[in-house]
């Protein structure tokens, strides 16, 4: 059973993260990395209000639609195209202010404005999925913003991908 999560709505960004960094560990518990994936995916929604957040994972040479928040979204993006795409190739995290400025931006969602996506890694560095989110703000994302987020993924990674054996 999962544990209530709570955000001070008042508290400012850097606290939010640490709120986050704090109930990560107690959250994400499940053996299933798609569980661990939907409350990832609901607590940073709860903890920032973007418009959506939420997974793709690399399945071949195209990444596909994983747990997420927020309105439908693509199913499918291919390699070599789109923000997410970017992330992957370049295994780094991208932050977009613009996203109309974006060469080959796929726009899943007309409300969404500016964008940032992590890669989640195995233990080999290996980029197993992003993580996107998308806000209805321009330019709402920091470098900051994608430092705390990557660390915080990075330090549940394990939790988040599938296991080499398929069991996760």
Known sequence: MASPSAFDPHATRAERYDQLDEQ????????SAVANQANFAALV???FGWHWVGFYSVD????????????VACTRLRRGRG???AAWERNEAVVVQDV??????VAC???SRSEMVLPVRDEEGNVWAVFDIDSAQPSDFTDEDARRLQCIIDG????????KQGNG
């Open 100 to 105: 109309d400025a974006f060469p080959g931006h």
């Open 156 to 163: 549940v990674a394990g939790r988040l991908i599938q296991s």
């Open 45 to 47: 929604h709860m903890a």
């Open 60 to 71: 071949g040479d195209e990444l596909v639609l994983g747990p997420f928040q927020g309105p």
């Open 109 to 111: 969602s007309p409300e």
């Open 24 to 31: 990560c560990p107690a959250l994400l518990t499940d053996a």
């Open 83 to 85: 923000v997410c795409a």
